[in-house]
């Protein structure tokens, strides 16, 4: 049992197969990330990066080895814990059918309103919610083609604000935005990300940027490992 995570995570010769005759996906990985730190993950497509991403969101779990957080084996940690500290926000920013008010709340269905527009402000949508006819209310699937994949992006971000997690997933959209769009985002991230730790699959040299390390994965390996800046 966690009550509460300072988000120091730990891949101990860490070895995933998806199955077991299957190929070696992540070869034996040793990888220490502090609490608060944050990981761009680049790589070229089916590198692993996505693999990584599922083992700490437990989709999966590794074939031997371990992943821990805060020194506990994510598989001796109650369900229920790891998903309050661990959230994975996928940027191809999934909404569920209900309001914007329903969708921000997903898995904090107890907050009320002022945490829900907290939330929205935090991250910066606040605004552009109020700017719709209903608001908070707003149904996304009637109104859900005219939200735009930025807008879409920061209503996941204050999901994800709300839930509060110790660690962040982040499985950056390749789809990209326009200019101002972009910028919003950018720094909807930044003020999501926090003091979290973060483990971001980054698409964006501006993501890539903002990281304070960033893991280059090939063939299943971590091939580079450095700041930004050394790259
Ligand atoms: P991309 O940039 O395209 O998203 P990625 O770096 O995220 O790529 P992964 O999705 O982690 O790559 O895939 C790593 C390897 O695992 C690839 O060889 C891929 O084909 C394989 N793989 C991914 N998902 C599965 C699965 N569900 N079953 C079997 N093999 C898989
Ligand atoms: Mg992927």
Known sequence: HLPEAAGDLEFARALFRYSESGPVVLHELDLH???GQ??????RTGAGKSTLAKLLARFYDVSTGA???DGVDLRELAVADHHRHVAMVTQEAFLFSGTIRGN?????????EAEIIAAAKAVGCHDLIMELPEGYATDVNK??????AGQRQLISFARAFLADPAVLILDE???SLDLPSEALVQQGLERLLGNRTALIIAHRLSTVAIADRVLVIEDGRVVEDGAPEEL
Not at 38 to 43: F, K, L, P, R, Y
Not at 104 to 112: E, M, T, V, Y
Not at 143 to 148: A, P, T, W
Request: without cysteine.
């Open 33 to 35: 990330i502090p609490a």
């Open 38 to 43: 944050t990981v761009a993950v680049v790589g």
């Open 67 to 69: 992943v821990r957080l």
């Open 104 to 112: 921000i709340a997903l898995g904090r269905p107890d907050a009320s």
């Open 143 to 148: 109104r859900g083609g005219r939200l735009s």
């Open 173 to 175: 959209a390749t789809s």
